[in-house]
């Protein structure tokens, strides 16, 4: 199947002249966005993206990364790591015969240090053997305002330094940070946003990472981490001390240093060891005691395995990117009123509605209160297209997970376009050929486990890849401070332009370059 999605890839490649650039402004009529021209753009970047891999191929670490786990003391340490059971990092079991769990959304920080700290494989508690130093500050789930108020009164750079020994100019660049909210929301730690140390040299991970300031116009109207009216960002309320600096975009005065994006976790555990895929298996959904149970013999993001009902789904509410969200509503409201089948929109619900992920062609994901969503790693490993609306979830986010093969995943529809009614998502979405809808159904199929983090050592899973990109990136640094930051040291994911020569000219397409270890 796969060699013939990539015939037929291959022989659809259009012209440079016809990959002209998307329509981006307002038009009178819809009938102004040309869908084949899209869909023609979209084949030729997977197409890209897929030669791409071929021809670079992802080198296999032959070595499970070595971790020192700091065991720090309050306040700036709040997780006592000794004693956290599985139920208590990843939630109560719900679905997948307890693999689906309901897993806090601000749980990254917890997670990783709990899967961490009692592996056999990654742990070590040499600190001359350690790859990687990851600092277990703040571990607990937090939101955005208690991340403050705890930086503020108990975190400093000051007090958190004193509790890392192996901190040294030798090391620095081997740190790992953590937040498990959106960079922005860091703002306040000094540690994360602004250090002055050594700290500057360490790595950062978080939900987001800094944005380059000319995708602001993909969240116009969004005040809680765009550059809003400040009148209007403060109506309610006094903002506290910097939180008026609070951005996801680049700042000279917060600079968050070596910041990387990792996902929301998702609420599928994976076992490492699963069962091959069944061609044609079963599939069956039941009630039991108001808790979904899913009965299956393979992962939820193989296709044979999905039993679709559905063109698309979203799922939420109506808030952040409203004006986004509001015609997702008003177009899908429309649609089901003449197929059910072509949109359902429900809310949010774990044991009820997330499931419906496993049973769509195709997710709505839409910025909610940030660009990030849990709901789009949840449709990944489930098995669904996520359809985005905003380069803020796309080229600069998840480098190290899915920076390689994101063209072949996804669908991102023009956010402007889209509010003014130019674009009808169903007509849309129809019209994708689907020879490239297969190919996108398999690539997720094939790396989907990375978007999940398994209860048990997985190196195939969302925690390794994270550690395998915090190894590339501290290899890079090493060698930048280590000769004085006088020769440039590129980043091991970085996106670049790719020339590719066809039947009918050559195509130039964006996509992720990552060095290999």
């Not at 081997?174 to 040299?201: I, N, Q, T």
Request: proline content about 7%; aromatic content about 10%; glycine content about 4%.
């Amino acid at each position: 199947m796969r060699a013939f999605v990539l015939a037929l890839l291959i022989g659809t490649r259009p012209t440079a002249a016809r990959r002209a650039a998307l329509p981006t402004t307002a038009s009178s009529s819809p009938s102004t966005f040309d869908y084949d021209r899209y869909w023609q753009d979209a084949w030729a970047n997977a197409n890209a993206s897929f030669a791409a891999r071929r021809a670079q191929p992802e080198k296999r670490h032959t070595r499970w990364p070595r971790v020192f786990v700091y065991e720090l003391a309050p306040p700036v340490s709040d997780w006592d790591a000794n004693s956290a059971t599985n139920d208590q990092v990843y939630g109560a079991r719900v679905a997948f015969g307890g693999r689906l769990r309901d897993t806090n959304h601000y749980g990254m920080s917890m997670v990783l240090t709990h899967r961490l700290w009692r592996s056999s494989h990654y742990r070590t508690k040499d600190p001359a053997q350690a790859d990687l130093f990851l600092v277990t500050a703040m571990v607990k789930p937090k939101r955005g305002m208690h991340i403050g108020s705890t930086c503020r009164e108990n975190v400093t750079e000051k007090t958190l330094v004193a509790q890392l020994p192996h901190l040294t100019h030798e090391t620095a660049h081997k740190h790992v940070l953590l937040m498990a909210k959106e960079h922005y929301e860091a703002l306040a730690c000094d540690w994360f946003s602004r250090p002055k140390g050594l700290l500057k040299r360490a790595i950062r991970l978080a939900y987001s990472q800094v944005q380059p300031r000319e995708y602001m116009s993909d969240c116009a109207g969004q005040c809680n981490y765009c550059e809003c009216n400040v009148s209007k960002a403060w109506a309610n309320r006094q903002p506290l001390p910097g939180e008026r600096d609070r951005s996801l975009f680049e700042r000279r005065a917060y600079t968050y240093p070596h910041t990387f994006s990792v996902p929301y976790v998702s609420t599928v555990h994976w076992p490492p060891a699963n069962p091959l895929p069944l061609t044609g298996a079963a599939t069956s959904l039941k009630s039991q005691k108001g808790a979904a149970v899913f009965t299956s013999r393979s992962a939820p993001w193989v296709q044979a395995m999905r039993a679709v009902k559905y063109r698309m789904l979203f799922l939420g509410a109506v808030h952040g990117d409203t004006p986004v969200r509001n015609e997702i509503v008003r177009a899908c409201t429309l649609y089901s009123k003449k197929d059910a089948s072509i949109c359902a929109r429900l809310k949010y619900n774990l044991r009820k509605t997330l499931i419906l992920k496993h049973q769509a062609t195709f997710c709505l994901e839409p910025q909610g209160d940030s660009p990030y969503r849990r709901s789009f790693t949840d449709s990944l490993v489930l098995g669904c297209i996520p359809v985005l609306f905003s380069r803020l979830q796309d080229d600069h986010t998840y480098p190290w997970l899915w920076g390689r093969w994101r063209e072949e995943a996804r669908v991102l529809v023009p956010r402007q376009p889209f509010i003014d009614q130019q674009i009808d998502l169903a007509q849309l979405l129809a019209k994708a050929p689907p020879a490239l809808v297969a190919h996108f159904q398999h690539t997720i199929e094939e790396h989907a486990r990375v978007f999940q983090v398994s209860e048990e050592d997985d190196e195939s899973d969302q925690l390794h890849a994270v550690l395998l990109g915090a190894l590339r990136e501290s290899r890079r640094l090493g060698r930048l401070y280590n000769n004085g930051g006088a020769t440039p040291v590129p980043a091991p994911c970085v996106p670049g332009r790719s020339q590719l020569r066809s039947r009918s000219g050559t195509i130039s397409t964006l996509f992720h370059r990552c060095a290999s270890l």
